[in-house]
Structure formats: C-alpha cells, structure tokens
C-alpha cells in the first residue's frame, strides 16, 4: 500500500514554498514524490511551477541566505536552491501544460504530480499504479530516443529500487536506444555513471551495462 502525502505537503519546506507561490499553481513532481510515495524520505524537492520559477527561487534564498543557480541556461527555465537541509529544483513549464510537462518524463513513477495548494494529485500515465507493482515503465514509447542518456537511467533506478522490475516493453525501447548513448554529452555520461556506483545495489545495473553493450 502506498504512503499518503500528508505528512509531505507538511514540511516546514512545502509551507514555505505553498506561502510563496500563492495562488499560482506549483506542483511536486520526481523523485521525493516517488519516495514518499513508497514512504522514503527523501530532501531533493522537484517544483513545476507556470511562468513564476525564477520569481519563487529568488525568494527562496533569499529566506536562506543562499543563492540561485540557474540549471537550463539558455535551454529551459530552471533553478536550483539549497534550503536548509533540501535542496529545490525548480522548473518552470511557461505555458506548457502540466499534462504535456509530465509526458516529456522518463518513467511513469516520475510522471505524476501532487498539487501543493490542494493535495490532489494529478497521474495520467498511472505512475502510482506502476510504483505499487514495482515496475520500471516508460512515460512514452519515445522516451529513449528523446534522449538516449535515459537509457543509463533506466539502469540506475534498476541499482537504487533493486526490488524493481524493468517492463518488457520498456526494456526493449531502451535496448533500442542504448547505440545512441555516445551522442549524448561525456560530462552527463560521467556524472550518471557515478551515481549509479554510488548505489548499494549497482551490480543489478552494471549487468544491464553489459547487456545492451555499454562499455563505461
């Protein structure tokens, strides 16, 4: 059975940031929604907001004494602030619906999102469901070919939820994909090939290296 969220739209953080967004809309996506959901605590905060991210980050570190790093650059609105013991992310979608943000996901258990102001939860590819069953899903079948460095993904969530199982038909998107993983920028490579050796459970991953030929 899955964990409900009351506890996590409670922290001292979501407070914070529900004050500071008020009444624009701000969702929790990612990876500390996947964990409380799983009943994981986890401090790495994923905010999706319309068109106030930098507006939000700048107040936020201001409230910590911190400073904004901009994450996107030119290419996309986002920003990272340490607060206190969490660190935020913050994505700004523009005028891009919830729905077609969360459809640019890796997997489904990333693809659902928890409304900070209400607590409803907005899920239409079924990531819950995916989480109650342990299963490793593809939000779209291009997912992989959108961007081949997921395919190195895939295998890390295989090393950081080991009682996880990989869907055939994702398995088989990302076997696909995996020749295109040298397009794909060497520092992102490095830094996800660290992370998942940073996993209790990296062999799992490590196997599935050698199986879709990935030589790090």
């Known amino acids: 059975m899955l964990a409900t969220f009351a ?3 409670d922290r001292s953080i979501m407070r914070t940031i529900r004050r500071l967004i008020a ?3 701000c969702h929790l996506v990612g990876g500390a929604l996947r964990d409380a959901a799983l009943g994981v605590r986890s ?3 994923d905010i999706v907001v319309s068109e106030a991210g930098r ?8 409230i910590h004494s911190t400073r904004v790093i901009e994450l996107g650059g030119d290419r996309f609105a986002a920003y990272r602030v340490i607060a206190g013991d969490s660190q935020v992310d913050i994505w700004d979608r523009g ?3 919830l729905q077609e943000d969360l459809r640019r996901r890796d997997l489904t258990i990333h693809s659902f999102a928890l409304d900070l102001h209400s607590g409803a ?4 590819f079924d990531g819950r469901r995916d989480l109650a069953r342990h299963t490793l899903r593809m939000t779209t079948r291009s997912c992989f070919a959108e961007d081949p460095l997921r395919v190195l993904r895939l295998c890390r969530f295989v090393a950081q ?3 996880f199982r990989i869907d055939p038909a994702t398995g088989q998107r990302a076997s696909e994909a995996a020749a295109r993983i040298g397009e794909v920028a060497s520092e992102r490579i490095r830094s996800e090939i660290e992370s998942t050796l940073r996993q209790s459970a990296a062999g799992g991953a490590i196997e ?4 879709i030929g990935f030589a790090p």
């Open 7 to 9: 506890d996590l739209l």
């Open 121 to 124: 939860i907005v899920d239409p």
């Open 208 to 211: 599935l290296w050698i199986q």
């Open 23 to 25: 009444p624009s809309p």
């Open 43 to 45: 401090d790495d905060i």
């Open 161 to 163: 939820l080991p009682e």
């Open 95 to 97: 005028a891009t619906s």
């Open 55 to 62: 507006d939000l980050a700048t107040q936020l570190a201001q």
